[in-house]
């Protein structure tokens, strides 16, 4: 072997770089090291290819080669098999499919969730290309993305009334004057008691009988949130949850860590709170309890109450991570940032957060792929995400039997879901890398 | 630490160039909890008046230069940069900070951001100045710490003498009055001391207000105006740093003196 001869005489400094000895690398070193390494590992080796052959060419038999794709009924799909279970019958999954993804949905309104998936997707392409053009309108379409999603799904006209002029109004207004307040530093005590005021009064008229409604708007037809099913469900409960929870845990994070110590104290008991509670539980409060705190009369959508309980519970979770991103930084990140003369607010939004959030990744996404599994526990509460209606689709006579088609489909269906999450997660570290530390 | 580092294109050291009080420190104290790290402090530094500060570890140099931009806060006497008394105030805190320079020990380069990005944000995001105004500014003073063909790299990709000299470039962009330095080169490699240093003398010459912590003797009695010796707290002695070296007062300085120069 060329590389193992000695290179004859080189005067000192001048030793070239030689390649390493070739058994040590490609292909074959790798099969030597890893397979071959020693009697034991040879034996394990022979034992897995065993294995592998007596588990997969029938497995694979099973899915693809003997399955049956079309037919009617379970009684069917048997039929046309060599013995019955020989192979799956994806016909159930196929046949079921428009219930499995658009849940009760009117069926002649179904181009609404068509158009919710298709804006999602770009969504999601845009919000998580970086080097797309025009991102900055990209990434506000992504910010109101979850309303314009949530006006298409459920629809509904606009009752326009006193009241809610006024109150647009009163908030539109409020909220000029403050950023003016505010930016340039003065926010006072008196200006805290006029929005109470105001706001006070606006209560007073809203129960008044001065409160009438002007017009209403024509909108899409309204469509009840027990309508949502299936795939179109999970994916509400976890987009909504995994899409709020991260704005709303960096804040309980940067709470957690203020100077302000009723601000840190609350954040702190919201935090334990939360993490200290089984998710379950805090459904059933959802389902049942939140309406004994409410004022009599008035009702308030389950599905809402679901989507504020499995946010709370995920934005918990993002808040642990995020602080422990945040406690990752070395203290001279935030000196260098002060030292600059930067506000603490932009210190965090240039500095900080960037880095914090980046050492995060790992665990943000952890807590995602977490919250996107854990939407199946609505079904708890009688609510038929893609694991209730399928568990009650079993139940038809037509397809009794085929639990393992259906749970092999869900698998699925949420391994490719969580799978491209992580993916993306290791994409994203790689691309944010930038050399060493300082 | 070695005594004859850069001082080939020594300056001429005293005359300050003008008696106008930049900094004034009052009958100051901290504490670090219980710890009384700084005791009774007074100094006063004129307008483009260069003092090097000296002494053993623990002797609160560090903590006394970072209470002057309130890294650090101080709990007794005044402390007033340029005409600005630090209090609680945020505001004051944000002003002084904007006029008062910065250098660190570990460079504190944001590892995230380009180095022209990271010597153009503050003048972008603190001065408001517009992104292309800025960029080019930055661009000189990279040029005048001479890595301008770095600009581009992200800091993780430098060498410690290259992200330091960013570190000061990135603090000069804010064209501030007073420059403090953390014991600038205690964190580099013994070949990279020189470049950090040069460009020291270089900004020194240029009539910059400067308060160095520093080991590096060769650089104090080339540029300092004032040699400040510390220990457990306290100012011990204030003195030329011809005089300083050559005549110390007390013990202390002595012993101190005899450790950094004789190992």
Partial sequence: ?438 | MNQETPTSNAIEAPATSSDEKIITINGMHKWFDDFHVLKNINLEVRRGERIVICGPSGSGKSTLIRCINRLEEHQQGTITVDGTELTRDLKNIEIVRSEVGMVFQQFNLFPHLTVLENVALAPIWVRKMPRAEAEESAMQYLERVKIPEQALKYPGQLSGGQQQRVAIARSLCMNPRIMLFDEPTSALDPEMIKEVLDVMIELAESGMTMLVVTHEMGFATAVAHRVIFMDGGEIIEEKPPQEFFDSPDHERTKLFLSQILHH
């Fill in chain 1, 1 to 438: 072997m060329a590389q193992n001869q000695a290179i004859p005489g080189y005067t000192p400094g001048t030793h070239p770089d030689l390649p390493p000895p070739v058994r040590t690398t490609g292909m074959v070193g790798w099969v030597r090291t890893n397979l071959l390494s020693s009697p034991l590992n040879i034996a394990l080796t022979l034992f897995s290819i065993w294995l592998l052959w007596s588990i997969v060419p029938p497995a694979l038999n099973w899915v693809l080669t003997d399955a049956i794709w079309s037919a009617d009924t379970r009684k069917e799909c048997w039929a046309l098999m060599s013995a019955p279970r020989d192979g799956a019958c994806w016909a159930f999954i196929r046949g079921s499919m428009e219930l499995f993804v658009y849940g009760w949905f009117p069926r002649d309104e179904l181009w609404r969730v068509n158009l919710t998936f298709i804006l999602f997707a770009l969504t999601v392409f845009g919000a998580l290309r970086e080097n797309i053009p025009g991102r900055k309108y990209w990434l506000w379409f992504a910010a109101g993305f979850p309303f314009i999603a949530a006006y298409l799904l459920l629809g509904g006209g606009l009752e326009v009334s006193t009241f809610k002029v006024l109150l647009l109004a009163v908030i539109v207004s409020g909220g000029s004057f403050s950023a003016k307040k505010l930016s340039r530093g003065g926010y006072k005590f008196w200006h805290l008691l006029t929005s109470i005021v105001a706001l006070l009064s606006l209560y007073v008229f809203q129960v008044s009988e001065y409160n009438s409604v002007l017009f209403t708007i024509d909108g899409l037809t309204s469509v009840g949130t027990n309508k949502l099913g299936g795939i179109l469900l999970t994916l509400v409960v976890a987009v909504t949850g995994i899409a709020f929870s991260l704005p709303i845990g960096v804040a309980l994070a940067l709470g957690r860590r203020s100077k302000l110590p009723a601000l840190r104290a609350v954040c702190v008991i919201f935090i334990e709170f939360i993490r200290g509670v089984p998710l379950i539980t805090l459904l059933f409060v959802a389902s049942t309890m939140l309406t004994y705190f409410l004022p009599p009369g008035s009702s308030f959508d389950l599905l809402m109450r679901v989507l504020i309980m499995v946010t709370l519970f995920a934005s918990a979770y993002i808040a642990e991570v995020v602080r422990g991103g945040l406690q990752g930084l070395p203290d001279g990140q935030y000196e260098a940032a002060d030292s600059l003369g930067l506000t603490y607010w932009k210190a965090h939004r240039l500095i900080i957060l960037p880095q914090a959030l980046k050492i995060s990744i790992p665990g943000i996404v952890n807590t995602f792929i977490g919250s996107f599994k854990d939407s199946v526990l609505v079904l708890i509460i009688g609510m038929m995400d893609i694991l209730g209606l399928g568990r009650a689709r079993l139940n038809d006579p037509d397809w009794l039997g085929l639990a393992p088609e259906l749970y092999i489909f869900i698998s699925l269906f949420f391994f490719i879901s969580c799978f491209a999450m992580a993916r993306y997660s290791l994409n994203l570290e790689r691309k944010l890398q930038t050399g060493h530390k300082s």
